[in-house]
């Protein structure tokens, strides 16, 4: 039953289906890609086709360079994206922390608060949310994005880093204690280091959501300093809706960063995600 | 023009570092993503021409976005200091909530006549809270080869229409009609109420809605939406998906021979299209009716009364009554139509077209736009989808008709009986 | 413990607290509470009990959209439910598989679109899709299939589902990977033994991988299901805030942009999106409560 060929085609099988799903995944991106590069008439009459020499073009991206600012959009999404990642993950772990290992009145009902984010999305909150930022004048700044982003990433993390928390060898704490090294340097010496896999998982589960989000900006953000690349590209498109040479520019223009910094983190990232393990 | 734009903005730095005085900033909120280069390029800098102290910004956000975000902004104290103002209720509601500053008072209001005036001012006409700036007229354009290639003429009634529709179904291989329902809003703004003005005699069948003496389930409206039922064979295949962009895609790159809209189209056109466009109005009843054209108050500009530049946008809004402004306007930014009383040669042959549609034709704003859409459930919305699924197929004309007004008349006074 | 205050518990403690009380606990609360309010022409807010409640559930102009929405979204969750995790714990049993030659080549591929902006996909789909362009009508006539093509995303009946398969094909990553890492991590030892004992490898895995990765599964199944009933972007940027045609692809999330926000002519509410904004907080409240309750006590019980 399991003979060599059997298993030579259910290998084939298995990688046939793999690299079907994969092109499926890819295709689309891939042809808006190739199209960018192709002059108006050659987009509409031969979509499938290659840029060949006579319809090779970059008129698009000529169009959006000049006029829309995509290097400050994508620089607004890396900074609400990056700091809320890094905060989420220095506090999230520093409560995840004091919740696994310190023993105190009200642990578990704060536990159980905090852990309501997961269920509760943060959305729901907008109507309050807005007029918090409005009275805090922070409305159409970054750091209103920021601290929403951030009380938006905390529950999940400490969900996550609570576990991994608690899996740090009880000798390893005793050993340093002894010694008498402080709580603080006990946390951001030892345990810290310790759970860096974990801390890559929470990382990723994090930054997509954030990456994505088009809700708060156009709500807290959208003014034209502030825009994140999402709000960015949703304007200019309709701007351009008519032109196809700009939209597909604009629109490979806003995935090609994504997939440069996607081919240097995703070893991380997914390291992180397999090693660690959820649950 | 970006050089004369960095020379001026030199000039009015080195003005500024010389006599010390504080440069205001202006900055205009407007739908208008399109004429986002216009504005930057033209009008701006011929502004600054005559008040290089005053800085200016245009910031555009899209149209389907707009009411709601320049609200909250507004309500947050975040919006700028010059407002683009739609047309009768929305504004009005602005007004109301205290977002707008009541214009009394400015002479610049002198330029204009009391119909422009009448799609920014309170009910009882008193208080005027934006300067009207241009207005739209509704129509369809047709591509010349096209009807040169299938010897086709212009068509003056509906017969002659739907023959025309017809030539090019059966002769060619050309869309007749380019015109899509997932984005809504045309079949509403550029269907319904372009096409309607004609049956419903304009400005007498909306007044009478207004009184109560009519009602969308009578024939004249009725009517309106049979006709658009029988639009959805001209159209091209997978309409329903078609988005606005889609449409004028697809009449720019020659594949549709008509193509229903409004004049602010016309500067679109002019830079896409490779073949030469013309104009028609709706076509009417019979050969000799009277025709009705949809000419709709469309565009005005008020002040936030929220602005620490107060003096500065009253010294805009001056800059906008002026004669220098209604031509720039109306021949840079074609298919929007001064409202001033400055006379102004519009010099584009299409926009000229349609212009001269006024002397042949009575004019009426769009149906819903004043009064109507004050209500729950908002009429405008519900017009949008009603429309567009009765071009769809999805809904019949009456079904339509009992929908709208068994809205209007769940609040509006008149109505009910 | 130690008898002085433990300030080391404030400060680990205190960032992470302060920050999420302040921006999303707090704005949750206030929400509940702001759905009890009403506020009159000239802007002045007053208590108002339940009224809005009565408005939104009584009131056909309120109701109708509600219910509809409401509706569309559980199809939403359920096309997700029958064609995202499935497809997710194939992938991922196949990319388990002991010296599968490539397997990480293909997992960073097929994550990759969950990364791209959902305005992004959105656009390119509605371009895959657009019967201007052609691209999906040409393939399918290479298959011979072009009668098949239609506005898939103009149709009533048909402009949900797309939209559901278009998010399932971007998100499809998130289970693949959580099922990938859950199913790494059931030790080796176990299936030798069972492939010792002459199990099939079909039933290996029904039979022990499976149920040894059922609380991942329950997993992406709460996650599916409050991510879903979140949605907005993919439908707003596709269809507009009105979820056309005929409100098809009106979802909660596009419902309470619209009561919230406003949209073209109609005014927003704050009173009613925060009203709004409760009903959907309840609903993902029981659904989050049914599975604690009843799934996940089975689940333990049964692993136990």
């Known amino acids: 039953m399991n003979g060599p060929s059997n298993r030579l085609s259910s290998k084939a099988l298995v990688h046939f289906t793999l690299l079907g799903y994969t092109l499926i995944a890819l295709f689309p991106i891939i042809l808006v890609i190739i199209n960018s590069f192709k002059s108006r008439r050659a987009i509409f009459t031969d979509p499938l086709a290659l840029p060949g020499p006579d319809s090779f ?13 995509f290097l400050l959009f994508f620089g607004n999404s890396l900074l609400v994206t990056l700091v809320p990642l890094f905060l989420v993950m220095l506090f999230g772990a ?95 010496q030892i345990i810290l280091p310790l ?58 223009l806003a995935v090609l960063p994504v997939l440069v910094l996607y081919a240097f983190l995703s070893q991380h990232l997914i390291r992180g995600l397999t090693s660690g393990a959820v649950k | 023009m970006k050089k004369m734009q960095t020379t001026v903005a030199g000039v009015t730095l080195a003005a500024t570092l010389s006599l010390g005085v504080q440069a205001e900033t202006l900055t205009i909120e407007s739908w208008r993503v399109d004429d986002k280069d216009l504005w930057e390029d033209i009008l701006i800098p011929a502004f ?90 509704h129509g369809f354009f047709y591509n010349k080869a096209i009807f040169d290639e299938l010897d086709l003429d212009i068509p003056e009634t509906r017969d002659e229409f739907f023959a025309t529709l017809n030539t090019i179904k059966d002769d060619s291989d050309y869309t007749p009609l380019a015109l899509g329902t997932n984005d809504q809003w045309e079949a509403n703004q550029i ?136 031509d720039l306007f109306t021949n840079e930014v074609t298919g929007f139509f001064s409202l001033s009383n400055h006379q102004v040669e519009v010099q584009d042959p299409v926009a000229a077209e349609m212009i001269s549609w006024r002397n042949d034709c009575e004019s009426t704003i769009r149906l819903n736009a004043q009064v109507m859409n004050r209500g729950t459930p908002n009429m405008e919305q519900e017009l949008w989808v009603v429309s567009s699924q009765v071009l769809n197929g999805t809904l019949s004309p009456e079904d339509a008709a009992e929908q709208i007004q068994d809205g209007f008349e769940q609040w509006y006074e008149p109505q009910s009986k | 413990m130690k008898r002085a205050f433990p300030w080391h518990l404030i400060f680990f403690l205190a960032p992470a607290v302060l920050i999420y009380t302040l921006f999303s606990a707090y704005p949750l609360f206030d929400t509940l509470r702001l759905s009890l309010f009403t506020d009159s022409p000239d802007g002045v807010r007053q208590f108002h009990g339940l009224g809005n409640f009565f408005t939104l559930l009584g009131d056909d102009n309120w109701s109708g959209p509600f219910w509809n929405a409401l509706w569309n979204n559980t199809k939403f969750f359920i096309i997700h439910m029958l064609v995202q995790n499935p497809i997710g714990l194939l992938l991922a049993a196949l990319l388990s598989l002991k010296d599968l030659r490539g397997a990480r080549a293909y997992r960073t591929l097929i994550f990759l679109p969950t990364l791209l902006s959902v305005v992004i996909i959105g656009f390119i789909w509605q371009l895959m899709l657009s019967p201007l362009w052609g691209v999906t009508e040409g393939f399918l006539d290479f298959f011979g299939l072009g009668f098949l093509f239609e506005a898939w995303l103009g149709r009533e009946s048909s402009a949900l589902i797309t939209l559901a398969l278009i998010s399932v ?136």
């Open chain 2, 191 to 326: 269907v319904f109420t372009n096409i309607g003005a004609n049956y419903w005699k304009g400005e007498e069948g909306r007044l009478a809605l207004l009184s109560g003496d009519a009602k969308f389930t009578d024939d004249e409206f009725v009517d309106v939406w049979k006709e658009m039922a029988s639009w959805g064979d001209y159209m091209g295949r997978g309409y329903e998906a078609q988005t606005y962009g889609d449409s004028q895609n697809l009449f720019a790159l020659g594949r549709a021979a008509i193509y229903p809209t409004g004049s602010w189209d016309i500067s679109y056109f002019n830079n896409q299209a490779i073949f030469e466009f013309g104009a028609f109005k709706p076509p009417v009843a019979d050969s000799g009716d009277t025709c009705y054209i949809s000419d709709h108050t469309d565009m005005g500009i008020g002040i936030n009364p929220a602005s620490k530049n107060g003096d500065a946008a009253r010294t805009f809004l001056d800059w906008v009554a002026s004669a220098d402004f209604a």
């Open chain 1, 195 to 252: 759970i860096r896999p974990a801390v890559a998982t929470v990382a990723i589960f994090t930054m997509v959501p954030i990456w994505n989000d088009l809700w708060f900006p156009l709500i807290l953000a959208p003014g034209p300093s502030t825009q994140t690349i999402q709000l960015g590209v949703q304007q200019f498109i309709g701007q351009y809706a008519t032109d196809w040479n700009s939209v597909l520019s604009a629109l490979s």
């Open chain 3, 169 to 304: 094909w971007q998100f499809v990553g998130i289970p693949m990977m959580l099922i990938y890492a859950a199913l790494l991590s059931i030790p080796d030892d176990l299936i030798e033994a069972a492939h010792v004992d002459g199990a099939s490898p079909w039933r290996i895995f029904w039979r022990i991988r499976v149920p040894l990765i059922l609380p991942t599964l329950g997993l992406v199944t709460i996650l599916t299901f409050v991510g879903n009933f979140n949605a907005f972007e993919l439908i707003y940027a596709v269809k507009g805030a009105l979820a056309g045609p005929n409100f098809s692809t009106d979802i909660l999330g596009t419902f309470f942009y619209r009561t919230f926000f406003g949209y073209q002519s109609q005014i927003g509410s704050a009173t009613m999106g925060a009203t709004v904004a409760t009903m959907m907080f309840l609903v993902i409240l029981v659904g989050v409560m049914l599975y604690f309750f009843i799934v996940q006590r089975r689940l333990t019980r049964y692993q136990w």
């Open chain 1, 94 to 188: 520093m409560a995840a922390w004091a919740l696994s290992e310190y023993r105190f009145r009200g642990n578990r009902l704060l536990a159980l608060f905090l852990a309501m984010g997961i269920m509760v999305p943060i959305r729901l909150g907008t109507v309050s949310i807005l007029e918090i930022m409005v009275g805090l004048n922070l409305v159409n700044t970054h750091l209103a994005l920021i601290l929403v982003y951030t009380a938006q990433g905390l529950p999940l993390a400490i969900l996550i880093l609570t576990e991994f928390v608690g899996q740090v060898p009880e000798e390893l704490k005793e050993a340093a204690r002894c010694e008498g090294v402080s709580e603080y340097r006990l946390f951001f």
């Open chain 2, 48 to 137: 600054n021409a005559e008040h290089p102290n005053i800085e200016v910004r245009f910031n555009a956000t899209a149209p389907t976005e707009y009411d709601s975000s320049i609200n909250a902004r507004l309500q947050a104290g975040t919006a700028g200091d010059l407002i683009t103002c739609r047309p009768f209720d929305q504004s009005l509601s602005l007004f109301n909530q205290g977002y707008l500053q009541p214009l009394n008072g400015l002479d610049a209001l002198d330029n204009y006549q009391d119909f422009a005036k009448r799609a920014w001012s309170t009910d009882d006409g008193e208080t005027t809270f934006c300067l009207p700036m241009a207005s739209v007229i």
């Open chain 1, 57 to 69: 073009s970059l008129a698009g991206y000529a169009k959006v360079l000049e006029e829309s600012n």
